[in-house]
């Protein structure tokens, strides 16, 4: 009980509540701040360089199959009455891609940070909820049901906009197909946590998608888009990379690794030719489509950006320590005031 006077909700009267706890104030003199910022700008320098080289060893090769000119093997493909129409890209490789090589493809123009088209999605549905696969919500429209007022799984723009061009890799000097393997292309969390397929019935996946339609642009339903059938409905792989939107409308997904014995070192050098199924139109929205080669190091893949950041940052460090010293030097600043 508060003694007469006092106020109920003062608080006790100790270092802690009052603010009075030992603390360690440094200060800032000249001979610490100028050959502080020395060393921070040669870590970042040398940081910098490291990473400046070790991007610039990471090999790419970028091919660009929009077919928008007319020398372009994808040409034909490009009319939007031509149905299941395959082109061949041809290249050589001069001297051997290291492995892992990693297979991606990319689309530029196309704006995944939209709001209206990244919330158009149904989570529940997406996670095998029973009741949200035949009631989806209103986020989807107009992706929600077809013409008939049936629902659509998966709905929403993100899920119909599915990319589905495919590609298959020979090895023209030897006449080989080379495997493409799309297991684990996709985040950890998306496969195990995020994404679930419905309940199932004996095992059938066609019957827990009984009552909905494939979204409209689909060629297939969810539980047939592969031959595996651990890879089908919500869980397939590149369907979990493409509802994984990108932050930029340029961009780059993983579609495969070329894990193959003969292949997992690097492919060796020689004539090469890539078979695309060209399905998914970008001509309508002024877009690019392009299919990219790439192996990566400890720092990922190739990414100067950040290198190139250390070092602008490293040198701007060093040019602070020189203009401190000499201004230190010249008018004798006590170290107090610096």
């Not at 050959?35 to 090769?61: D, R």
């Not at 493409?242 to 690097?266: C, E, H, N, Q, V």
């Not at 893949?301 to 010293?325: E, R």
Request: hydrophobic share 40%; with cysteine.
């Amino acid at each position: 009980m508060a003694k007469e006077g006092e106020t109920p909700n003062k608080p006790d009267n100790t270092a802690f509540t009052q603010q009075r706890l030992p603390a360690w104030q440094p200060i800032l003199s000249a001979g610490i701040v100028i050959p502080g910022f020395l060393v921070i700008g040669l870590a970042f320098i040398a940081i910098g360089v490291a990473l400046f080289i070790t991007s610039s060893n990471i090999q790419v090769l970028e091919m660009d199959y929009t077919g928008n000119t007319a020398n372009s093997p994808c040409a034909p493909c490009t009319n939007n009455a031509t149905q299941n129409c395959k082109c061949s890209l041809n290249f050589t490789l001069s001297t051997k891609f290291e492995g892992p090589v990693y297979m991606y493809y990319g689309l530029s123009n196309f704006y995944q940070n939209f709001r209206r088209y990244g919330v158009s999605r149904d989570d529940n549905q997406l996670f095998g909820v029973s009741s949200s696969m035949l009631n989806p919500v209103n986020n989807c429209a107009p992706f929600d049901r077809d013409a008939y007022g049936t629902p659509i799984a998966p709905c929403g723009a993100i899920a119909n906009s599915f990319f589905n061009d495919t590609f298959v890799l020979f090895h023209n000097d030897t006449g080989r197909n080379i495997p493409l393997d799309g297991n684990g292309i996709a985040w950890w969390t998306d496969y195990n946590i995020k994404f679930r397929n419905p309940g199932q019935i004996n095992g059938n996946l066609t019957q827990a998608f009984q009552g909905t339609v494939k979204p409209l642009n689909w060629p297939k339903p969810a539980y047939d888009l592969d031959t595996n059938l651990s890879n089908n409905g919500f869980l397939n792989q590149d369907f979990l990379v493409w509802m994984r939107t990108a932050a930029l409308p340029d961009f780059r997904k993983l579609y495969r690794r070329i894990s193959d014995t003969d292949y997992a070192s690097g492919l060796p050098a020689g004539n090469y030719s890539l078979e695309i199924s060209y399905n998914f139109p970008v001509l309508s929205f002024q877009g690019h489509k392009k299919v990219v080669f790439s192996n990566v190091s400890w720092m990922g893949g190739q990414n100067q950006f950040l290198g190139i950041a250390y070092l602008v940052i490293g040198c701007l460090c060093i040019v602070m320590s020189v203009i401190m010293l000499i201004v230190y030097a010249k008018f004798q600043i006590p170290d107090e005031d610096l």
